[in-house]
């Protein structure tokens, strides 16, 4: 054999080697439910602790807020009204306030209205 004719299956011989190496299946690391699990655990705890909790907390303080509403209780509602309360109905959820003093004009609003209740604390950290 001529040394061309050795360079030739060399060359030959090295391309059938690298064609059985591509062709071979390649096992990867694809990511799976348990890499990704902590992270996701992570995310749920956090969305917890920085939106729910805090939420069902407000929720229930405004709860006792209202379950606590008695007469002559100074309170705003939610669009911005102050008044004193005159009357409680629990059973049809609406309260009567008296919004102004000169005339005695009253407004019904349902529970729900309410923000919140002005006690003398509010008064004074508000001066």
Known sequence: MTLFALSNFGIAGTNAF????????????????????????????????????????KEQSTRNMVSNLKEKDRIVTIGGIHGVVTNVQRDREEVTIRVDEATGTKLRVGLSAIARVITEENKLEGS
């Open 18 to 57: 690298l064609l059985a190496q591509e062709s071979a299946p390649v096992a990867k690391d694809a990511p799976g439910l348990s890499s990704m699990l902590p992270g996701l655990v992570c995310i749920l705890f956090f969305f917890y602790f920085l939106i729910l909790r805090p939420q069902k907390q």
